[in-house]
């Protein structure tokens, strides 16, 4: 019966207006680590950041990365806006659940099957830092309960807005409707009643997706699912023999600690290049980690074609203005 009701939330979810869908891409060709496509919209007069990122497979601050000259809340009729739906898959192996948290992105690779399937999250809020590392899928729960820990339940009490011991399944539940339980010692994935949250750092260190989203993978993920958390605001990966990079903005904790800092770059730079020879554009990189748009970018030359061409030249080539 539980199957049947969360295939039906699921059902519901995909027909309500307004409601995107998760982005699901073909595992690149070896040797290429890049998937989707960067799309541009006209916005319309009642849009916001939140409603355009929901509904196609976005978080929030993915659009305000993206879109930085564009007033999140009130794009205004007409505006033309950037989807950043084009992705370096994270570093390492390409199985189970990696969440990157400076991305506020999970990305699932669904065992024997040649794809990935991405969603937007929400994440911890500086003090309440979701941790890294590895985990496990340890069970699932439709219709969860939320059992507060004390810090919380104290902290709610400091601001006036005491919580019960449990809160039940229901409207006021902040699990929402599906929970995936993890390894790691108090952390879970979770649906929300507050899904603007999702795409921002507003939780206690779980990890929110979207109703619709979590209801989906709640559907496919199987107890003892490999979970990997990673906090990678550099990525680095090949596409067609072209190196690009994707850069986020660090995470806040890691800006208080490290300020300016360009090494987590290079590393993955450094790391992808291996021992292809290739040379990157320096200033290209540069620029890419002061914008932090999120959206990859290439760093080094275009490979030769395999014949000769005999078409003009262009007068000048820049790699630091390229996409």
Aim: net charge neutral.
């Amino acid at each position: 019966m539980k199957s049947l009701l969360s295939g039906f939330v699921c059902t519901l979810f995909a027909l309500l207006p307004g409601i995107g869908h998760a982005l699901s891409f073909p595992l690149p060709e070896a040797g290429n680590d890049i998937v989707g496509e960067v799309r541009q919209i006209q916005t319309r007069y009642e849009d916001t950041f939140s409603d355009i990122a929901r509904a196609n497979g976005l978080g929030y601050m993915e659009m305000a990365e993206s879109n930085p000259q564009v007033d999140p809340w009130l794009p205004g009729e007409g505006t033309t806006v950037t989807l950043p739906g084009r992705f370096i898959l994270p570093p390492g192996p390409r199985e189970g659940i990696v969440i990157n948290l400076a991305e506020l992105r999970l990305y699932y690779f669904p065992k024997g099957e040649n794809r990935v399937v991405t969603y937007p999250l929400g994440i911890g809020r500086e003090g309440w830092s979701t941790p890294t590392g590895q985990a496990r899928v340890t069970r699932k729960q439709y219709r969860p309960s939320w059992y507060p820990p004390e810090s919380i339940r104290r902290e709610h009490a400091e601001n006036g807005d005491p919580l019960p011991a449990v809160v039940k399944p229901g409207p006021d539940n902040p699990l929402g409707s599906h929970a995936i339980y993890l390894s790691m010692a108090g952390y879970l994935l979770h649906g929300t009643n507050k899904p603007y949250g999702v795409g921002m750092r507003v939780s206690h260190g779980c990890i929110r997706l979207y109703p619709e989203d979590i209801a989906a993978l709640f559907e496919q993920v199987e107890a003892n699912t490999p979970v990997r958390i990673i906090d990678e605001p550099y990525k680095a990966g090949w596409e067609n023999g072209r190196l690009y990079v994707e850069a986020h903005p660090p995470l806040s904790e890691q800006r208080a600690r490290e300020g300016i800092n360009f090494t987590p770059l290079v590393r993955a730079v450094v790391a992808a290049l291996g021992p292809s020879g290739a040379k990157p554009d320096w200033e290209a990189l540069k620029q890419a980690a002061l914008g932090q748009r999120g959206i990859p970018v290439p760093v080094t030359a275009a490979p030769a074609p395999a014949y000769q061409s005999t078409a003009p030249l262009p007068n000048a080539l820049s790699l630091s203005t390229a996409e």
